[in-house]
């Protein structure tokens, strides 16, 4: 159960991710307007890349704790994609001379990957969901 929780606790802050991606970052930049949105369009992308990775440790995390369940299977079973946000998650973690790097890019052009990655992450919540007692644990935190 202990494992189950931190690979929890992967999702978790994946999913804290995934609220803030959509969430424009305002403000005045005091920038040049194409450069205020260059640097409105990276911070969205940074944001994003962050999110993939993260999810992507959560698929390391299911495989190797050797999870089963019927969506996240299925999903995982598309082994293309899961391949090509692996390499994603590299890009993102790892440095790279080319600043939006073919790995990035791999994933991105798969058509349907935006669906793909939504559907595994709610597949994922589902999951802990059923898995985990999150309603008693949560009682146990708040009494």
Known sequence: ??????????WLNADAVKEVVATKVGGEH???????????????????????????VVIE????L?????????????EEFVDALRLFRNSTFHYQKNPIPEKALK?????ESETWIRSLHLAFKKFFEAELPINEMMDKLNA
Do not use: W
Request: aromatic fraction near 14%; include cysteine.
């Open 1 to 10: 159960m202990e494992e189950l929780i931190s690979l929890h606790k992967h």
């Open 30 to 56: 005091g920038l040049p307007e194409g450069l205020a949105e260059f640097a409105e369009f990276h911070s969205s992308f940074a944001r994003l890349s962050v999110l993939y990775g993260l999810i992507y």
């Open 61 to 64: 995390g299911y495989k190797e």
């Open 66 to 78: 050797k999870c089963t369940n019927q969506k996240v299977d299925e999903l995982l079973s598309q």
């Open 107 to 111: 994933f991105l052009k798969f058509p």
